[in-house]
């Protein structure tokens, strides 16, 4: 989150990232904050006040008391000066309540280098890998290939589920295992300590990495004990560090983790419904670095490219692009988007996002360091990107890697963890 100071003293950085945004809602908000938090400072200077009145009237009591005289109307005014006291300390709770939840109303302060633009037909290209193959026949979807060759089943995850959901047989099955412990493996190179995390997080995890409270609509919950879901494995293993001191020597920490993710999808219905590439659960091997803020930029740059490395290794074509202002996330202050390409579209897909948060989610999950120049507590920053979402893999590998016969072939890197002909 972005503290108050920032909101009131550095109003112009924040309106000029709201508007490259195009957040006019937070932008409204703006002067709430600063009307709100000059209450906040007018109640705690009266109720200093006040208290500074009734420790005097307590050095008058003593000395009253030691002259013989009578201490009544001292004791009267200070009983007075105390329920005003506790009226002013009931509407400071009100107002600090208040201002909490303005502030958490407010996304990160977008990086210089993110591009103004309103939608994703703004983000701007930086690289492309690879050659689209070239093919002698029509390519066909991936839905179109799993369910001829009898290996995806959406029909029957309908009726065992709803829809967004899908039955994975057979050599889908085993090729989605295989893709996760390629990419664990492949990120244990790069580095990275594994982590197999908790499934179900708390209220207070959520609102560490940003989803809550604004996003609640995105996530699923179980009521009974007000639990959610996991929407990625960024959610627990950021948390895993929450409200811990570290020390800048043990910086940077980089960790990737497998989990089933799960998404409502509030909101994107009639859009991207057909196949694996907006399931309400999926797979997902994701990787995340608790950082100094020097470290930040380069560790954001490097772990991009370890998730590049993953499509580069399965020879898979794709790009990666700069999101614009419009299209970055509520957390994030710059994107890269991986996007793989798609032959039976034509065009590139999300396959990763790989984002750099800055101190906007270690304010509100309070992970810091100790710096070794000053001693003092500082926040860390906190960076996180899929590498990648493996259910979008598969998609890619069965498209990218289709026979005229309806079958398709798998990249000689996974050969080792699948043997078995598709």
Known sequence: MLDVKTLTT??????????????????????????????????????????????????????????????????????????????????????????????????????????????????????????????????????????????????????????????????????????????????????????????????????????????????????????????????????????????????????????PCFRSEAGSYGKDTKGLKRQHQFNKVELVKIVTPEQSEKEHELLTGHAEKILQKLELPYRVVLLCGGDTGFSSRKTYDIEVYSPATQGFMEISSCSNFGDFQARRAGIRYRSSATGRPQFCHTLNGSGLAVGRTLMAIMENYQQEDGTFTIPEVLKPYFKAKI
């Open 10 to 259: 550095n109003a112009e950085e924040v309106k000029q990232s709201l508007a490259k945004r195009q957040n006019t809602a937070a932008l409204e908000l703006l002067s709430s904050v600063t009307q709100v938090d000059n209450k906040r400072r007018e109640l705690i200077q009266k109720v200093e006040a006040l208290k500074a009145a009734r420790n005097q009237a307590s050095q008058e009591i003593v000395k009253v008391k030691k002259a013989g005289g009578d201490d009544a109307p001292i004791l009267q005014e200070m009983k007075r000066v105390a329920g005003e006291i506790k009226l002013l300390d009931d509407e400071l709770v009100k107002v600090e309540e208040s201002l909490s939840k303005l502030v958490y109303e407010f996304p990160n302060i977008l990086d210089l280098s993110v591009p103004a633009g309103k939608s994703s037909e703004e983000n701007v290209e930086v690289r492309r890998w690879g050659t689209p193959r070239k093919f002698t026949f029509t390519p066909k979807p991936h839905d179109e290939i799993g369910e001829k060759l009898g290996i995806l089943d959406f029909k029957k995850a309908g009726e065992v589920t709803g829809a967004r959901f899908c039955f994975l047989k057979g050599q889908a099955a085993r090729l989605e295992r295989a893709l996760i412990q390629f990419m664990l493996d492949t990120h244990l190179d790069h580095g990275y300590e594994e982590m197999i995390p908790p499934f179900l997080v708390n209220r207070k995890a959520l609102i560490g990495t940003g989803q809550l409270p604004k996003f609640e609509e995105d996530v699923f919950r179980i009521e009974k004990f007000d639990f959610f879901l996991i929407p990625t494995a960024e959610v627990p293993v950021t948390n895993y560090h929450r409200e811990e001191i570290l020390e800048e020597a043990n910086l940077p920490r980089s960790y990737v983790a497998y989990t």
